[in-house]
């Protein structure tokens, strides 16, 4: 067995450690174990809060945010089903709390490109979204929290899945409880926005 081969098991026997380790976080918490429950808040509560801040654009509301996404997973553990993957849950949960929150903002705050339908997502959209991906991703913070604030709410959250967290658009729809072409629609629109926006940070533009 050549080195690249053995540490190849030993990553996938250490992520197995994990998993069931947080296999047993979450069953203890469904019992109402508050130890395993935060046990769960320390793995997860960077990726949450990184969720929330790009979602809402502001760190103190991101703070908050967090806090309340961690006390509804808490008081909806007992819901999660064994079968299903916690990520995922608990994404929804993080997603749809920032939406909440997002939409109870006073109207005119985020900008609504028109025709958000299947029929204007373009033949190289799996080329565009690729490329959008690495390039949110070999941004600086401030620049990319500040291109997505120009998003509307539904829009942030499809981006927000799709490129930082890279759930399948399948894994969206269950998350959003939105259908494929749904999903398309605002992602393509996003990308749309993104492209501007980081295109005049830039002082060019982006091609995707």
Known sequence: MNEYAATMIGLSKSAEVVSSQESVWIASARNGEVHAFNSLVLKWEKRVYN????????????????????????R?????????????????????HCLTRLRQRPAGLYQTLPGENEANCPSGFQIAETQTASLLRGE????????MARLTPD???????KFFQ??????????????????????????????????????????F
Do not use: C, H
């Open 51 to 74: 969720i929330a801040l790009r979602m809402l654009g502001n760190r103190e509301e991101a703070e908050d945010a967090t806090q309340e996404i961690f006390l509804l997973a808490w």
């Open 166 to 207: 890279e759930m399948t658009f399948e894994e969206i729809g269950a998350a959003l409880d939105i259908p494929l072409s749904t999903i398309k629609s605002r992602l393509y629109s996003g990308l749309a926005e993104l492209r501007v926006k980081l295109g005049n940070f830039a002082g060019g533009s982006y091609e």
């Open 140 to 147: 600086r913070q401030q620049l990319v929290l500040e291109a």
């Open 76 to 96: 909806n553990i007992r819901r999660f089903r064994k079968d299903a993957k916690f990520s995922t849950w608990l994404y929804r949960i993080a997603v749809n």
């Open 155 to 161: 829009q942030r959250a499809v981006v927000e899945l």
